[in-house]
């Protein structure tokens, strides 16, 4: 993982992030603090990609599941989460 200081980005300029974005995204510490990471284009792009193939992926399986008649209701919150607790255990 490769870091770089927000002083470092104020002192060099973008070449800074350049640098390092030849071994993948760069991770901005500000305040002792990772807060940004950036990445190039064709990075975002895939990770954009393969997000919206799993939210589809995971939309088809939720359908199906309607479709089989394969859900649950709940009357309340409590009921749902001593459900999902029970799964869990």
């Known amino acids: 993982m490769?870091?770089?200081t927000a002083q470092e980005i104020k002192r060099r300029g973008i070449s800074a992030v350049d640098e390092g974005l030849k071994d993948g995204p760069v991770h901005v510490i500000k305040n002792n603090k990772p807060?940004?990471?950036v990445m190039d284009e064709e990075s975002?792009?895939?990770l954009i990609s393969?997000?919206?193939v799993a939210y589809e992926a995971r939309l088809k399986i939720a359908l199906?599941?309607?479709g089989k008649?394969?859900?649950q209701s709940h009357k309340?919150?409590?009921d749902l989460m001593a459900a999902i607790e029970s799964v869990e255990n």
Do not use: H, L, P
Request: net charge negative.
């Open 76 to 78: 309340t919150v409590n």
């Open 69 to 71: 008649g394969e859900v």
């Open 64 to 66: 199906d599941e309607i």
């Open 50 to 52: 393969e997000n919206e």
């Open 35 to 37: 807060q940004y990471v």
């Open 2 to 4: 490769k870091t770089i």
């Open 44 to 46: 975002y792009s895939d």
